[in-house]
Antibody, heavy 120, light 106 residues
């Protein structure tokens, strides 16, 4: 069974940092692009970032470019999102998602999400 | 960036109704469009990909159509479990979600 389990969320002050982890099981992440998507309380879904299978390509949405870094450890079957210079508007549930096997950026598998709250 | 606009934002309907949600892209995206269903407190669930391909395990009352800039998700006969929020998402260039359509009980 495919599972994605996020961890690392919590309360952080503005300007602070957090690193989210996404542990995958039931499949090998080395064959897939992996992405992060977030959802602010009561709001819609926002795509944040993606990383390809051999870690040669990463992409980010403009609002997090230069502040967030996606990475992966295929040996640990884990994806990460390093978040720096956090702002109140980064408060959201963060989902780790798996792209399709053909590389298409649509998401058949989602983690349960981890809540990040940025507040003083 | 490609913008995705869904309509309506809220839709009131009854069990057994046929409902359609539309999604418009700011530029042509071919058929690179997906639809998701999300219930409160849960992660989204993929319903449709490549505009009209039904994800495995999704009931056949869900269908998708369209190409280019105009797309639609149709539920042929609403069931009680279908009341939720629905999102479209383009994946032609990066990934962008629509703002969501809340399907509520009339």
């Amino acid at each position: 069974e495919v599972q994605l389990v996020e961890s690392g969320g919590g309360l952080v002050q503005p300007g602070g940092s957090l690193r989210l982890s996404c542990a995958a099981s039931g499949f090998t992440i080395g064959s897939y692009w992996m992405h992060w998507v977030r959802q602010a309380p009561g709001k819609g879904l926002v795509w944040l970032s993606r990383i390809n299978s051999d870690v040669t390509r990463t992409n980010y949405t403009d609002s997090v470019k230069g502040r967030f870094t996606i990475s992966r450890d295929n040996a640990k079957n884990t994806v990460y999102l390093q978040m720096n210079s956090l702002r109140a508007e980064d408060t959201a549930v963060y989902y780790c998602v798996r792209a399709a096997l053909d590389g298409g950026s649509y998401f058949g598998y989602w983690g349960q999400g981890t809540l990040v709250t940025v507040s003083s | 960036d490609i913008q995705m606009t869904q309509s309506p934002s809220t839709l009131s309907a009854s069990v057994g109704d046929r409902v359609t949600i539309t999604c418009r892209a700011s530029q042509s995206i071919g058929s690179w469009l997906a639809w998701y269903q999300q219930k409160p407190g849960k992660a989204p669930n993929l319903l449709i990909y490549k505009a009209s391909s039904l994800e495995t395990g999704v009931p056949s009352r869900f269908s998708g159509s369209g190409s280019g800039t105009e797309f639609a998700l149709t539920i042929s006969s609403l069931q009680p479990d279908d009341f939720a929020t629905y999102y479209c998402q383009q994946y032609d260039y990066g990934a962008t979600f629509g703002q969501g359509t809340k399907l509520e009980m009339k």
